[in-house]
């Protein structure tokens, strides 16, 4: 298996930004996930593979910080690694820099090795013996539980839709950030912007189900835990450091 850091340029367009003209979160996700797919195809681990042998790769885990966020028209160049094996699964690690190498983004992820038929996690190196990993971290995290406090002051509920939806038939890892982002209100929101994230995956979130988001806002920190409203199952914590948004 031959091992490899992924690296791919990227410029950033119009529709992928918000209001103010920075990155959507949910961009900045997709590209995470863009380039880890890539990369997991490039040493042998991907889609396909994982497909003709059933199995499938879930996120666990996410931890985000972000120095600045890319705007529009910006070229970036994004790199990803697997950083550490696990007994049944893998960290793997994120740089966003931009023109001059200032690094912009950088993030771990966890990611856990299933038995896609049954929803089960399977060991790693029994199912993939030749894997290898970079032993270079951009986040130093072995993503502690997230607490949260009881103190709730904003409760948000969200309809899961259609587009929501990826290839494993779940709702896709890059919804979760987006939905506690929006439930800490839109007032908040015009003001701050996301400086650091925490994300642990707990549970699959499906096609028509409502969802709802338990907040506890203390600026500069939000815990938010999403919950389906359907059966009150534990989908995802998420957890915010904030900063004011930068006058633009």
């Known amino acids: 298996m031959k091992l490899t850091k992924a690296k791919k ?5 119009s529709y992928e930004c918000d209001k103010y003209g920075n990155l959507r979160l949910l961009t900045l996700m997709n590209i995470f996930q863009d380039i880890a797919d890539s990369n997991a195809t490039e040493i042998g681990v991907g889609f396909d593979f994982c497909k003709e042998n059933g199995l499938a790769w879930i996120g666990a885990n996410y931890h985000i910080i972000i120095n600045k966020f890319p705007r529009l028209h910006q070229k970036i160049t994004v790199l990803s690694w697997p950083s550490a094996e696990k007994k049944l699964g893998a960290y793997r690690d994120f740089l966003i820099e931009d023109e001059s190498g200032n690094v912009m983004v950088k993030a771990s992820s966890q990611w856990i090795l299933i038995n ?3 929803r089960r996690p399977v060991s790693l190196r029994e199912h993939l013996p030749e894997y290898s990993a970079i032993s270079e971290r951009a986040v130093e995290t072995e993503f502690p539980k997230i607490e949260f406090s ?5 409760t948000q509920e969200f309809k899961i839709r259609f587009d929501d939806i990826d290839f494993n038939g779940h709702v896709n890892n890059a ?6 982002t929006e439930a800490a209100g839109d007032g908040f ?5 996301p400086q650091e994230i925490e994300i642990a995956f707990k549970k699959e979130a499906f096609l028509g189900e409502n969802i709802v988001v338990e907040s506890s806002v203390k600026p500069p920190l939000s815990s938010h835990i999403i919950k389906s409203a359907t059966d009150n199952r534990e989908l995802a914590r998420v957890k915010i450091s904030w900063r004011p948004l930068a006058q633009l």
Do not use: Q, S
């Open 175 to 180: 919804v979760y950030p987006l939905w506690a």
């Open 9 to 13: 340029n990227y410029e950033i367009r």
């Open 116 to 118: 896609f038929a049954k």
């Open 189 to 193: 929101r015009e003001k701050n912007e």
């Open 150 to 154: 009881e103190n709730i002051n904003r």
